[in-house]
């Protein structure tokens, strides 16, 4: 079975900071393109950043850039994302994704997906 899971998440001040990860399992994770999304109530779910697959530089959001970090570990077969500066804004369930071709960060170019894991941004 094909599995991605997200750990991480959890409850943390404005301006704090936290750290996601996302383990695969199943299988290769280095054969595939990542990235990691959110989608808060009532939104749409949207990219938060994800590696090309045209050159493999990473992509971060607008709202985002400069506060997020996208990683990837292929020796432990995970991805993480570094968050800080966080701001109420990005409280959101996030997940991680995989897929075999992404220059979008769109959520129709991933495969698989995580169950998500829920950061809340409050003070």
């Known amino acids: 079975q094909l599995q991605l899971v997200e750990s991480g998440g959890g409850l943390v001040q404005p301006g704090g900071s936290l750290r996601l990860s996302c383990a695969a399992s199943?299988?290769?994770?280095?054969?595939?393109?990542i990235g990691w999304f959110r989608q808060a109530p009532g939104k749409e779910r949207e990219g938060v950043s994800c590696?090309?697959?045209?050159?493999?530089?990473?992509y971060y959001a607008d709202s985002v850039k400069g506060r997020f970090t996208i990683s990837r570990d292929n020796a432990k077969n995970s991805v993480s994302l570094q968050m800080n500066s966080l701001k109420p804004e990005d409280t959101a369930v996030y997940y991680c994704?995989?897929?075999?071709?992404?220059?979008?960060?769109?959520?129709?170019?991933?495969?698989?997906w995580g169950q998500g894991t829920q950061v809340t941004v409050s003070s």
């Open positions: 590696f090309s697959s045209s050159d493999d530089s990473a």
């Open positions: 199943g299988f290769t994770l280095g054969y595939y393109v």
């Open positions: 994704a995989a897929g075999l071709w992404s220059d979008r960060c769109a959520t129709y170019e991933y495969d698989y």
